[in-house]
């Protein structure tokens, strides 16, 4: 429950101390006193979105803290799941500069507004005029009869569940899609794999058959020059290797008289040795060189076939043809493995989808039990509040074949608030007042069954008097045993309840006007009831009808 809010510079509040009890809190004051003023504070440390521009005093920053008694609400698993530090009595802290930036703490621990707003919503329940409104959408009505039910773990599975059918059918719907489009594709890729495959390419064989198709083009002029080598070196006249061999001979007769004839000599038997070799392997080429037209022929054809595929493919060597060739496998092989893929997917899809069944079989079940204990409660609560012959029907449609995150059930709440009159869509036949003592009368029930610590009625009275408020008042009376109520109202009926009583007023002494607020004492709660009653200047009537208010 919330123990203590502390509001520091925030719209016409320059420093408040609020201390609440634990049971019923009643907070009255003038229209424009700044009642909504303390509760936007508040909703700032539960994680809403501030603006620089509400503050009292631009130099400074706006602090906003709230003390928390959180013992009885089994909240350790949050602060373990989060790396926080668990306090029984936690401290949720609000800090925004005057330039806009903020930050926010629990426990002193630096938090984001999502983390904030999350402890937040598992403390308070904000129920205003406005709130009336979610009544009537189809996922608030769910939440009240789930609550009922007590379902929360088989609703956590189901969901859970969902949420991976959801995937599952995403991707196999994404896989079956490429699957198709690469099916379409099949043809096209086998040929040209075909094509590839068939033409048995070895890598580096253009380069090879390249140079010996220019042998073969050119056959008889390099044997006509080798012939006339080996004449120049070995046969002529004037040989070269017998020309060397002589100049050897000459030299050796005379290296007797200087040793470097020697050295030459040495060199010029190197000469002769190097160019025997070179005679002996260029006669070797030569009688291998033949002139073959039938193999420069296939040559020729088998290098248009590698020259046809690079064009085609717009690469410019065999090692490329190979890399596509290597491709085109791969995106066949997947076509294969992709059928498989699909498969065990579709066997996943359909045994996830048998889960959610069953799962949402057991939900649907569930909230057809609790229907008629919703009706029946509710219709008890709404006569507590003057609504006698009020009816609230629950139409449950079963849409097995059409399951979402919340089962198999669209849920739609008809109400009536008179006699013979047939229960309608709420938005038709209910009236603000009668919608915000159904609002109450469900909230009353369904607090029973959560452990939400606090619950704050922001003016919900609007609409009722006399008699029906001071039911009204008993209601949230009755509520404040459970948890802990506080309530922003105009109505005397209401204000006169056993409780805390606030009073929020305007301080117009200073420069500056400055909203207030004070815990009544007993004599001043009857005059804040008696000008609830009558005005300003209350008269003896009013105070004694004040004091009657407070004594029943």
């Known amino acids: 429950m919330l123990q203590r809010l502390s509001i520091s510079n925030y719209a016409l509040i320059d420093q408040l101390n609020i201390s609440f009890s634990k049971e019923l809190n009643i907070i009255t004051g003038e229209t424009g006193a700044g009642k909504s003023i303390i509760l936007g504070a508040l909703s700032l440390i539960l994680g809403q979105r501030a603006e620089s521009k509400y503050f009292y005093n631009q130099d400074k920053k ?18 373990v799941d989060n790396d926080l530090d668990y306090e029984a009595d936690t401290v949720l802290r609000r800090e925004i500069s005057a330039d806009g930036k903020t930050r926010a703490f629990i426990n002193d621990t630096p938090v984001n507004l999502a983390l904030l707003k999350n402890l937040g ?41 969902y949420q991976q059918h959801k995937l599952v059918s995403k991707k196999l719907q994404e896989l079956t899609s490429n699957f198709e489009r690469a099916k379409a594709e099949q043809d096209y890729l086998q040929f040209q794999f075909d094509e590839l495959e068939a033409a048995d390419l070895l890598d580096g064989e253009q380069e ?15 044997k006509r020059s080798l012939v006339s080598i080996n004449y120049l070196l070995s046969e002529s006249e004037q040989a070269a290797i017998q020309q060397v061999k002589e100049s050897n001979t000459l030299l050796q007769g005379i290296e007797k008289y200087n040793p470097e004839f020697s050295i030459i000599s040495e060199r010029l038997k190197s000469v002769l040795i190097e160019l025997k070799d070179i005679n002996a392997e260029l006669e070797s080429i030569g009688q291998h060189i033949l002139i073959d037209e039938n193999r420069a022929t296939a040559i020729a054809e088998r290098l248009d076939t590698i020259y046809s595929l690079q064009k ?57 039990k609790h229907i008629p204990e919703l009706e029946k409660q509710v219709q008890l609560s709404l ?24 089962g198999a059930d669209r849920i739609q709440f008809l109400f009536s608030a008179n006699k013979g009159q047939l229960p309608q869509a709420m938005n038709k036949v ?38 029906v408020a001071l039911k009204v008042g008993n209601n949230m009376q009755h509520l404040a045993k459970n948890m ?28 500056q006007t400055l909203t207030k607020i004070s815990e009544l004492t007993s004599n001043e709660r009857v005059l804040e009831i008696a000008k609830m009653l009558s005005g300003e200047n209350p008269g003896e009537f009013a105070l004694q009808n004040a004091k009657e208010l407070l004594a029943n």
């Open 430 to 467: 209910a009236s603000g007042g009668e919608l915000s003592r159904l609002m109450l009368s469900i909230k009353s029930l369904i607090a029973k069954q959560t452990a939400l610590p606090t619950i704050i009625f922001d003016e919900i009275d609007t609409g009722i008097s006399g008699e």
């Open 62 to 79: 706006c602090v906003i803290e709230g003390i928390f008694a959180i013992q009885d609400y089994h909240l350790q698993q949050f602060f």
């Open 312 to 368: 085609k493919h717009r690469v410019n060597n065999t090692s490329e043809l190979l890399e596509i060739r290597e491709r085109f496998a791969q995106q066949l092989n997947q076509l294969l493995s992709g059928e498989e893929e699909i498969e065990e997917l579709k066997k996943q899809e359909s045994k996830l989808q048998a889960d959610l069944l069953k799962l949402a079989g057991i939900i649907s079940a569930n909230r057809t």
């Open 484 to 511: 802990q109520v506080i309530t922003i109202t105009h109505l005397p009926q209401i204000a006169s309840k056993m409780g805390t009583h606030f009073r929020v007023f305007k301080d117009e002494s200073g420069p």
């Open 121 to 161: 919503e598992q403390l308070i329940d904000i129920h205003s005029q406005h709130a009336t409104l979610a009544i009537n959408t189809e996922d608030f009505q769910l939440l009240v009869l789930d609550t009922l039910a007590e379902h929360d773990e088989i609703l956590a599975n189901y969901r859970q569940s």
């Open 383 to 406: 006569a507590e509040v003057g609504m006698p012959n009020a009816q609230l029907k629950v139409n449950q449609e079963i849409t097995i074949e059409s399951l979402n995150e919340s």
């Open 208 to 222: 090879k058959l390249e140079q010996e198709l220019k042998m073969l083009e050119h056959a008889e002029e390099i």
